[in-house]
T-cell receptor
Framework: DGGITQSPKYLFRKEGQNVTLSCEQNLNHDAMYWYRQDPGQGLRLIYYSQIVNDFQKGDIAEGYSVSREKKESFPLTVTSAQKNPTAFYLC?????????????FGEGSRLTVL | AQSVAQPEDQVNVAEGNPLTVKCTYSVSGNPYLFWYVQYPNRGLQFLLKYITGDNLVKGSYGFEAEFNKSQTSFHLKKPSALVSDSALYFCAVRDTGFQKLVFGTGTRLLVSP
């Protein structure tokens, strides 16, 4: 079945450590996104990529980094510079062709900083 | 900048009754509007969208939404609620340029038996 796979589902990190969240899709979608979800704040866009080897900052990119070396993969690194990293992170993808704005989401990764 | 507002943090409804989850929008140009649903500790699922055409849009699981240009609203509705509809609902608008979506803060729907 086609879809988006995020891993790990739960992750604990000590302060000062970098962590990388994995996002893989087999939908053959060009565009991929990372959102952060906090209670009462909805979803906020961290980074997005329209095509391989290209990505843009979203609204809250500080303290995060991404890469897009393959069409299928869009990993997110939460660096030690991120002041409040505890959150639920959602990866999504879209094709755009004929279905503008329809995002397909992964199951999310919950990061807790100890 | 494009934005959406969901004025209710939570909506409570009894099973079998009609439900409405409210959303208002602020956009420049023609709006592309969406509703998504999220079950606990899961990703979001697409419900329906308005791009153009009929103001009443039908989507998944019996949900529909009414686009009202004069009131800049895009309320989500269902004629008869189910307990299984209990979830977090997000309204979203497509940002200018690319296919970025701007999400509202979400409304928790609680359907009681």
């Amino acid at each position: 079945d086609g879809g988006i796979t995020q891993s790990p589902k739960y992750l604990f990190r000590k302060e000062g450590q970098n962590v990388t969240l994995s996002c893989e899709q087999n939908l053959n979608h060009d565009a991929m996104y990372w959102y952060r979800q906090d209670p009462g704040q909805g979803l906020r866009l961290i980074y997005y990529s329209q095509i391989v080897n290209d990505f843009q900052k979203g609204d809250i990119a500080e303290g995060y980094s991404v890469s897009r070396e393959k069409k299928e993969s869009f990993p997110l690194t939460v660096t030690s510079a991120q002041k409040n990293p505890t959150a639920f992170y959602l990866c999504a993808s879209s094709t755009g062709e004929g279905r503008p704005g329809e995002l397909f989401f992964g199951e999310g990764s919950r990061l807790t900083v100890l | 900048a494009q934005s959406v507002a969901q004025p209710e943090d939570q909506v409570n409804v009894a099973e079998g009754n009609p439900l409405t989850v409210k959303c208002t929008y602020s956009v420049s140009g023609n709006p592309y509007l969406f509703w998504y649903v999220q079950y606990p500790n899961r990703g979001l699922q697409f419900l329906l969208k308005y791009i153009t055409g009929d103001n009443l849009v039908k989507g998944s699981y019996g949900f529909e939404a009414e686009f009202n240009k004069s009131q800049t609203s895009f309320h989500l509705k269902k004629p008869s609620a189910l307990v299984s509809d209990s979830a977090l609902y997000f309204c979203a608008v497509r940002d200018t340029g690319f296919q970025k979506l701007v999400f509202g803060t979400g409304t928790r729907l609680l359907v009681s038996p």
